[in-house]
């Protein structure tokens, strides 16, 4: 999945679910919820960085992308937006 496709997942089960998702379930937890969870899994990213596999690394940064595209969908962020400030 690239990044393009997981912010347009993130927005898609902000509006149709299905409920039990893990998405939706992130997203009706609220704007903290998503940010205490992107904070988490940036410091996770950072530990692996030091102390474990590149193969670590690159799950926690995957879950990092994750994270950054269900804060967009949680704020209406558009990936245009975002590519704007780049």
């Known amino acids: 999945m690239t990044f393009e496709e997981m912010v347009k997942l993130a927005a898609e089960r902000k ?4 409920a039990a998702s893990s998405t939706a379930v992130i997203l009706k937890s609220g704007t903290h919820a998503i ?8 410091a996770e990213s950072w530990m692996a960085a030091r102390f474990e596999s590149k193969e ?4 926690e940064l995957s879950q990092v992308l994750y994270y950054v595209a269900v804060l967009m ?3 209406d962020v558009s990936l245009d937006e975002v ?3 780049l």
Not at 35 to 42: C, Q, R, S, Y
Not at 56 to 59: F, G, S
Request: proline share 5%.
């Open 35 to 42: 940010g205490k969870k992107l904070v988490e899994e940036a």
């Open 15 to 18: 509006i149709n679910g299905p």
């Open 56 to 59: 670590q690394v690159a799950l």
């Open 73 to 75: 969908a949680d704020k």
């Open 83 to 85: 590519y704007k400030k």
